[in-house]
């Protein structure tokens, strides 16, 4: 089969979910209503959390860092869908789509691994909370933050290198919403199955040890709070790790359809919709989830508008 130099040519063709709407000006719009809703409350909650000093615990310092990656992550992804909607105009470069693909690893990946010490963070505060500033003290989230961004931007740079070191064929159309490993393997003129099960074991190898240090806190923490005599008590902390498991449940559903399960199980539409899910959904709801349900945050949020709007 003929070859096209993707290095030197026009690039690719991002025939992502706007393209295959039945109502892709509806689609548009929602799309960019739920990013609007991402900037603004992540933003939000990041100048509330840095404004105010109650909240500088490391609870909040890692949740901080969640606002971080996830205002970062849909910025990848959701202004170039809209706009090559709204411009007519799907191209991406080679280089673009290499980046694109490097950054949305990165970020996925720093956010599987901080789900997981968030997970630790409560399981301390909950069933040691005398020794919790001990085991959490500034060095040791400081360590957490700076692991999670250095083994996601290693395992990210590995994926997006190998991935576009491969021959591409003549069909620059990539039917996804950014630049993906699934679907730009299927673009790939060489034999990618061995790739592909490499994909897949280090998919399992990430998700799997965050996700069980996720299970296994959680279910301690429900061992402590049942033994809580005071109702109080147990309803603060539930409502505290109910918040973060949904998080954990959105994020960890959509990265093991994406990455654990096998190629023939996909379709471009899945993909498309797990895709919109996980880069524009996903950022919107996170900090409506853990502030709303969060006496603590809509009580800092009320300081902070009420010093600056007074």
């Not at 105009?89 to 968030?118: H, K, P, R």
């Amino acid at each position: 089969m003929e070859h096209w130099n993707s290095t030197l040519g026009s690039g690719f063709i991002l025939m992502g979910i706007l393209n295959d709407s039945g109502s892709p000006e509806l689609l548009c719009a929602t799309i960019t209503v739920l990013y609007m809703l991402a900037l603004t409350s992540n933003g939000l909650l990041l100048l509330v959390i840095t404004v105010d000093s109650r909240l500088h615990v490391p609870m909040y310092f890692l949740l901080r860092q969640l606002s971080l990656m996830d205002l970062l992550f849909t910025s990848v992804v959701t202004p170039k869908a809209v706009m090559d909607f709204l411009l007519n105009e799907n191209t991406i470069s080679f280089v673009g789509c290499a980046l694109q693909m490097f950054l949305a690893l990165m970020l996925g990946g720093a956010e599987d691994l901080l789900l997981a010490f968030m997970a630790y963070d409560r399981y301390v505060a909950i069933c040691h909370p005398l020794n919790y500033m001990v085991f959490m003290r500034p060095k040791v989230c400081w360590f957490m933050v700076a692991t999670a961004w250095v083994l996601a931007s290693l395992c990210a740079f590995v994926y997006t290198v190998y991935t576009m070191h491969y021959p591409f064929c003549m069909s620059r159309k990539i039917r996804h919403l950014l630049c993906e490993i699934p679907p730009l393997l299927k673009l790939a003129c060489a034999d990618t199955s061995r790739y592909e099960l490499f994909v897949y074991v280090l998919a399992v190898t990430f998700l799997m040890p965050p996700l069980f240090t996720i299970i296994s806190s959680y279910a301690l923490i429900l061992c402590t709070v049942f033994r809580v005599p005071s109702s109080e008590g147990k309803q603060k902390a539930l409502v505290t790790c109910s918040s973060h498991l949904m998080v954990v449940g959105m994020f960890y559903g959509a990265a093991t359809f994406m990455y654990v399960l096998p190629s023939s199980l996909h379709s471009p539409k899945q993909d498309n919709i797990i895709s919109l899910f996980y880069t524009v959904v996903t950022p919107a709801l996170n900090p409506l989830i853990y502030s709303l349900r969060n006496k603590e945050v809509m009580g800092a949020f009320k300081r902070v508008l009420g010093k600056y709007m007074l």
